[in-house]
């Protein structure tokens, strides 16, 4: 019974890829297409997301508008950059030992961080590990040199 909870709240996360039909699954498409549009004449390759405030929405928002992009054929890589109160290790059902922290402090090379999805074209890099200076390491000059080697 609590498994079976449990599971049901995992796909309600990713309501883009298991329930592709449903009205939901269809706003994150319009979202989408707004995204596509408002970059019509730029060569749009990152997209960060944030709030302004807690549980507002943002992991969940950021798998699915990952998971519908991936779904149009498109090679995406989804960064958990959240290292207060990551996520998508749950969302995608995968372990945190690695992810950016160890990437970004040269305990795993970038390849060996990224973990493929069971959605076509969707990669994911979690976390990893929670450091005790999330800010510093995500201000870093690694951060940035690592961001322009992913569009590479
Ligand atoms: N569009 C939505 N409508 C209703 N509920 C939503 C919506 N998006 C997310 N939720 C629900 O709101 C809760 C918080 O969502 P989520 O974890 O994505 O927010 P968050 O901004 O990442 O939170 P945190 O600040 O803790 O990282 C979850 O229970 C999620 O299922
Ligand atoms: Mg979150």
Known sequence: MRRNKRNVSKQRHLIAFY?????????????????????VDSDLKTIMLTSSGPGEGKSTTAANLAVVMAQQGKKV???????????????FRVSN????????????????TIKKTEVD?????????I???????LS?????????????
């Open 77 to 91: 890589l989804l960064i958990d950059a959240d290292l207060r109160k990551p996520t998508m290790q749950y969302t």
């Open 140 to 152: 870093s000059v690694v951060m940035e040199s690592f961001i322009k080697h992913a569009l590479t």
């Open 97 to 112: 030992t690695e992810g950016l922290t160890t990437m970004l402090t040269k305990q795993t090379a970038f390849e060996d």
């Open 19 to 39: 329930k592709p039909k449903s009205t939901t699954a269809e706003q994150y498409r319009t979202i989408r297409s707004n995204v596509d549009f408002s970059a």
């Open 121 to 129: 074209n969707l990669f994911i890099m979690t976390s990893g590990p």
């Open 131 to 137: 450091p005790p200076n999330p800010a510093e390491l």
